[in-house]
């Protein structure tokens, strides 16, 4: 019995060590030696620190800065939760968001919906609206716009809020990617941002956009995929060419 036993168990043996340990070797030594900065994550640094990766997105909120594409992977951006809504293109969730009562009690957006993030990205950018009721009706003590009332208004079954821009959204600007990590957004969607960012940083609208212009990725090979703007690696340039005094 251990004359037949002997052979596979020396294949196995030998199988083991070439797949299982020579084989990452050779292949980790090739993509580092080939590929130095994506096989160690494709991480961006800034003065020797780590900033993020170029292939995860992140949140960036502040007007100085170009506002990423939504996510839908955990609490934004999350990569160990990476996902989409996997809601409906009729989903009142998703076209209107909904809200939940948090540990204490209080009332908070549970998912914030398209039609809230067309709100915030009319506002944010100065496009030109038209709302069925005043949005100075739902802003906060501080003069911000509160998520929950919004939500509240659009899911009114006898009244619900009519918001209409009277301008293009880009589509990613309100709606997540399948991963909810999607680093890029669209070269439409950055340049309606352009305006914001070069006010909050008291440049020029073209100069800002000529940044743009030059971090647009084209469609790999010619026609693989579309055209696109990295907003880590643009913000990031933005901090350098064009700093904000704190």
Same mark, same amino acid.
């Given at each position: 019995?251990?004359?037949?036993?002997?052979?596979?168990?020396? @294949?196995?043996?030998?199988?083991?060590?070439?797949?299982? $340990?020579?084989?990452?070797?050779?292949?980790?030594? @090739?993509?580092?030696?080939?590929?130095?900065?994506?096989?160690?994550?494709? $991480?961006?640094?800034?003065?020797?620190?780590?900033?993020?990766?170029?292939?995860?997105?992140?949140?960036?909120?502040?007007?100085?800065?170009?506002?990423?594409?939504?996510?839908?992977?955990?609490?934004?951006?999350?990569? #160990?939760?990476?996902?989409?809504?996997? $809601?409906?293109?009729?989903?009142?969730?998703?076209?209107?968001?909904?809200?939940?009562?948090?540990?204490?009690?209080?009332?908070?957006?549970?998912? /914030?919906?398209?039609?809230?993030?067309?709100?915030? %990205?009319?506002?944010?950018?100065?496009?030109? %609206?038209?709302?069925?009721?005043? @949005?100075?009706?739902?802003?906060?003590?501080?003069? /911000?716009? /509160?998520?929950?009332?919004?939500?509240?208004?659009?899911?009114?079954?006898?009244?619900?809020?009519?918001? #209409?821009?009277?301008?293009?959204?880009?589509?990613?600007?309100?709606?997540?990617?399948?991963?909810?990590?999607?680093?890029?957004?669209?070269?439409?969607?950055?340049?309606?941002?352009? #305006?914001?960012?070069?006010?909050?940083?008291?440049?020029?609208?073209?100069?800002?956009? =000529?940044?743009?212009? =030059?971090? #647009?990725?084209?469609?790999?090979?010619?026609? $693989?995929?579309?055209?696109?703007?990295?907003?880590?690696?643009?913000?990031?340039? @933005? /901090?350098?060419?064009?700093?904000?005094?704190?």
């Amino acid at each position: 019995m251990l004359k037949e036993l002997g052979p596979g168990l020396r @294949l196995t043996i030998v199988f083991t060590v070439l797949t299982g $340990l020579v084989y990452p070797v050779v292949m980790t030594g @090739l993509s580092e030696a080939i590929f130095p900065r994506q096989s160690k994550g494709s $991480l961006v640094t800034v003065n020797g620190k780590v900033v993020g990766s170029s292939l995860i997105g992140q949140a960036f909120a502040k007007p100085k800065y170009f506002h990423p594409r939504p996510s839908a992977a955990g609490s934004g951006y999350d990569a #160990t939760q990476s996902g989409a809504s996997n $809601l409906g293109p009729t989903s009142a969730k998703l076209l209107h968001g909904t809200t939940k009562m948090d540990d204490k009690k209080n009332e908070v957006v549970d998912f /914030d919906g398209i039609a809230l993030r067309i709100v915030h %990205y009319c506002v944010d950018n100065d496009i030109p %609206y038209e709302s069925s009721v005043p @949005l100075e009706q739902f802003k906060d003590s501080h003069g /911000d716009l /509160d998520d929950v009332k919004l939500i509240k208004a659009f899911n009114d079954d006898k009244a619900p809020l009519v918001f #209409t821009p009277k301008a293009p959204i880009p589509q990613d600007a309100v709606t997540a990617s399948a991963s909810g990590l999607d680093p890029h957004i669209s070269p439409a969607n950055a340049d309606t941002q352009a #305006t914001r960012v070069a006010k909050a940083r008291g440049v020029s609208a073209d100069e800002v956009k =000529q940044l743009i212009s =030059q971090f #647009t990725e084209r469609s790999d090979w010619g026609f $693989l995929g579309e055209p696109r703007v990295n907003v880590l690696l643009l913000n990031v340039t @933005l /901090d350098q060419r064009f700093p904000v005094s704190k």
